[in-house]
C-alpha cells in the first residue's frame, strides 16, 4: 500500500472519528425576534459554563455543531427564563421546532430520545404547576366567604393529590428510563423554587437507585459525581449506610423467596438446592435487563446439563407484560416468579435492591459465590465453578 492511500484512509478516518463525536443542532422558531442571539450552556456538577453564542437568523432559523464525547448535559437559552434542557449523545442531530418566546415547550423535538424525554416530562410538570395555581385563584377568589376554612381543607387535599400523582409519576419516570441521564434530572425537579418533587428523606431509595445505574456507566461525569456524593451524605444521615454499602458477603446463606410462576403455582428458591443456581432481578420493562437475557440464555444452555439452574424473579407490573417478555426472549427453560408488584415487591426490601439487572450466584447449598455477573464475567466464574465440581 502506498503512502499517500495510507494518508488518505488516516485522513479519512481521522474525519469519521470526529463527526462521530459531533452533534448537529437546526431548528426553526416562529416570531423571532431580528438580532437576537441564542446561548449554549453546559451543565456541569454546581455551574452552568457558557460554551457558545449564534444569531438567530431573521426568518428563525439556526444551526450549529458541538463536539461532545459522552451524553452531556446542555441548555439552550435565549435569557434565564427561556430555555430548553437537552441531552447532547455522540452522533446526534438534533431538530427543534418552537416559538420563539417558549423554547421551554418546543413544538416538537427530534434526534435525541433524552432530550425529548425531558420534554415530555416538562409537560406533565407544568400542567401540575398550573393545577395547584388555579387552586390559588380559587383561594383568592373566596377571600373574605364565610365557608373559606372548608373550602381551604378542600383545596389543601387537591393540591396533595396533585403531588402525590406527579411524585408516583416522577418515579415511574425514573424507573423506565433509568440507564438514561434524564434519571438524574428527574430527582431534582421543583414544583416551586425549593419545592421538590422527589424529597430525599421521603424518597431517597430512588435517589441510590439512579446513583447505582449512572456511577458505573457514567463514573467520570461531573453531575454523576456530584449526584454520588450527595447520596453517601443522605445515606449517612438517614441511616442508609447498610444497605447503600455495597453487596452482600459471599459465603452467606441468603433469605427464602416464595413467590408464584406464570401459572399460579409458587417456587420456593429453596427447591434449587443441589445446584449452581443464579438467582436474576429483572422486568420485562427493563432494556438492560432485555439486553442481558440472552447471555443467560446462552450460560444457560452451556451448563444446565452440569447442575446450572436461574430462578429468575421479575419486578413487572403486569403478568402480560411479564409473560410476554419470557416468550420473547425464549427463556421458559427455567424458573420465573414474581408477586407482579413492581418496585413495592416483596424481594426488593429483601435483598436490598436499588437497580436491575440484578443477580446473586448461589452454590448448591444456597450460599453466595459471587454477585452482579454480566457479560462474559458469567461464563467465567460459571467455568471457574463447574470446573471445581
Not at 450552556?41 to 439556526?62: A, P, Q, R, T, Y
Not at 408464584?260 to 417456587?267: E, K, L, S
Amino acid at each position: 500500500m502506498n503512502r499517500e492511500l495510507i494518508y488518505f484512509l488516516l485522513m479519512l478516518l481521522t474525519a469519521a472519528g470526529c463527526r462521530n463525536n459531533r452533534v448537529e443542532v437546526s431548528g426553526k422558531l416562529d416570531n423571532p425576534v431580528a438580532g437576537t442571539y441564542m446561548y449554549l450552556d453546559e451543565l456541569k456538577s454546581n455551574e452552568l459554563v457558557s460554551v457558545d453564542s449564534f444569531m438567530i437568523s431573521d426568518d428563525g432559523n439556526f444551526y450549529f455543531q458541538r463536539g461532545v464525547k459522552h451524553p452531556s448535559f446542555y441548555l439552550l437559552k435565549i435569557n434565564q427564563n427561556n430555555f430548553l434542557t437537552m441531552l447532547f449523545e455522540p452522533g446526534d442531530k438534533i431538530k427543534i421546532s418552537a416559538s420563539f418566546d417558549s423554547l421551554n415547550f418546543p413544538y416538537s423535538v427530534s434526534g435525541s430520545q433524552g432530550t425529548q424525554l425531558m420534554t415530555e416530562y416538562n409537560v406533565r410538570l407544568q400542567e401540575t404547576i398550573e393545577r395547584i395555581r388555579s387552586l390559588g385563584d380559587i383561594y383568592r377568589e373566596n377571600l373574605g366567604s364565610p365557608d373559606l376554612v372548608s373550602l381551604m381543607d378542600s383545596l389543601d387535599s387537591q393540591a396533595r393529590n396533585y403531588l402525590n400523582d406527579l411524585n408516583i409519576y416522577t418515579k415511574n419516570y425514573i424507573d423506565e428510563n433509568l440507564t438514561s441521564l434524564v434519571s438524574l434530572v428527574a430527582l431534582y425537579q421543583q414544583i416551586a423554587p425549593g419545592v421538590y418533587v422527589l424529597n430525599p428523606e421521603d424518597d431517597l431509595r430512588y435517589f441510590i437507585k439512579v446513583d447505582s445505574a449512572l456511577y458505573s456507566r457514567y463514573p467520570d461525569y461531573e453531575p454523576v459525581q456530584a449526584l454520588r456524593q450527595q447520596v453517601l451524605e443522605l445515606a449517612g444521615r438517614y441511616g442508609y449506610g447498610e444497605s447503600f454499602s455495597g453487596e452482600p458477603a459471599i459465603n452467606t446463606e441468603i433469605p427464602e423467596i416464595a413467590l408464584p410462576n406464570p401459572a399460579g403455582d409458587t417456587i420456593r428458591l429453596s427447591s434449587t438446592r443441589g445446584s449452581v443456581v443464579l438467582l436474576d432481578f429483572w422486568a420485562s420493562w427493563c432494556k438492560p435487563c432485555r439486553d442481558e437475557n440472552p447471555n443467560l440464555l446462552e450460560a444457560y444452555n452451556r451448563y444446565q446439563k452440569n447442575g446450572f439452574q436461574i430462578y429468575q424473579v421479575s419486578l413487572d407490573k403486569s403478568k402480560d407484560a411479564w409473560v410476554k417478555g419470557i416468550s420473547e426472549d425464549n427463556l421458559g427453560r427455567w424458573i420465573h416468579v414474581s408477586d407482579i408488584k413492581y418496585w413495592n415487591s416483596v424481594v426488593v426490601p429483601l435483598f436490598k435492591i436499588n437497580s436491575i439487572p440484578y443477580n446473586l450466584l448461589l452454590d448448591r447449598e444456597g450460599k453466595i459465590i459471587a454477585t452482579n455477573l454480566r457479560g462474559n464475567a458469567l461464563h467465567v466464574k460459571l467455568a471457574e465453578v463447574f470446573s471445581q465440581l
